[in-house]
């Protein structure tokens, strides 16, 4: 769904937020392990196909075949934003015993650090828009897009904060993810959320750092994080991973106090191959938690 589209959906927003979730504070996630929608990009298709995958079959099959209940989302893997889709997609979680945790915001063109007002006002109003969604999907957190510029932190921050109240308002946490400019400064998503302040956390992304930062910027990020992005890339045929450690990954944030949900992201051309490795992802995490709290 492209910006133009949504805006058009966007018609029934005040009917969205008025479906939030309830005040009451979210169960613990904590061991819990889960996928990123974004993991099956290539695979989704809008109606049943052959070797294709509906997002509405997701929860389903995460159940069935992975045993794992943490969906976190990404806008662009939905098929639409329309409030009879989005009942939808949380039908079909809850059927299958899964949690909609999170929801991606990747309109790339809303700048949230603009230093226009008026440029910067529309990508905050933009944003909103899609918290209501999130609202009625019954997710947790959001998390929008930093930019892919570094911009002036005071004008960053005033945005966030602005959808941290509104968010607020509707039972939901900003996140704040190693994404964009953030990709090569290990201070950058604390940066930004002392800016803000307390009512926002952190999303690390294993993949997304640069090599130099990856594990200090962890360090700095798994503290303040209320969930991360376990991202694989080239997984061997016995599950090894060369790119960085993985291990050393998950460790940072175990030290750290951090203990779920970790969203499992990866990508595979064959979508039985995708299902597998995650299945691997997965028992590394099984372990090694189990391993840790043995200790």
């Not at 005040?14 to 061991?31: C, F, Q």
């Not at 203990?259 to 992802?281: K, N, S, T, V, Y």
Request: glycine share 8%.
């Amino acid at each position: 769904m492209n910006r133009r589209d949504f805006l058009r959906s966007s018609a029934g927003a005040a009917a969205l937020a008025s479906l939030g979730r309830a005040a009451a504070a979210p169960a613990s996630l904590a061991g819990e392990i889960g996928i990123t929608s974004g993991s099956f990009m290539r695979h989704l298709s809008h109606e049943r196909a052959a070797g294709k995958l509906r997002l509405l079959d997701l929860p389903k099959i995460m159940r069935d075949e992975l045993g794992m209940k943490v969906i976190d989302l990404m806008t662009a893997t939905l098929v639409s934003l329309e409030p009879a889709y989005v009942d939808q997609l949380r039908a079909a979680a809850t059927d299958a015993g899964c949690v909609i945790t999170n929801l991606k915001i990747n309109f790339a063109q809303a700048d949230l650090g603009q230093a226009d007002p008026a440029v910067r006002r529309a990508a905050v109003a933009e944003v909103k828009r899609a918290l209501d969604v999130a609202a009625r999907l019954g997710a947790r957190w959001v998390r929008p897009l930093p930019g892919n510029k570094r911009a002036d932190l005071a004008a960053t921050a005033s945005s966030y904060r602005e959808l941290a109240d509104y968010g607020g308002e509707r039972g939901l946490t900003v996140l704040v993810e190693n994404i964009g400019w953030m990709k090569e400064d290990a201070d950058g998503v604390p940066d930004l959320i002392r800016a803000v302040g307390p009512r926002i956390r952190a999303q690390p992304d294993t993949g997304n750092w640069a090599d130099a930062v990856r594990y200090a910027g962890l360090a700095k990020a798994f503290p303040l994080a209320a969930s991360c992005d376990f991202k694989a890339l080239d997984l061997g045929p016995d599950g090894t991973h060369t790119t960085y450690d993985l291990r050393r990954c998950f460790q940072i944030g175990w030290d750290a106090g951090f203990r779920g949900p970790w969203a499992i992201e990866h990508f595979h051309a064959d979508l039985a191959q995708l299902l597998r490795q995650m299945g691997q992802l997965r028992n590394l995490l099984q372990r090694w938690t189990k391993e840790q709290a043995q200790r």
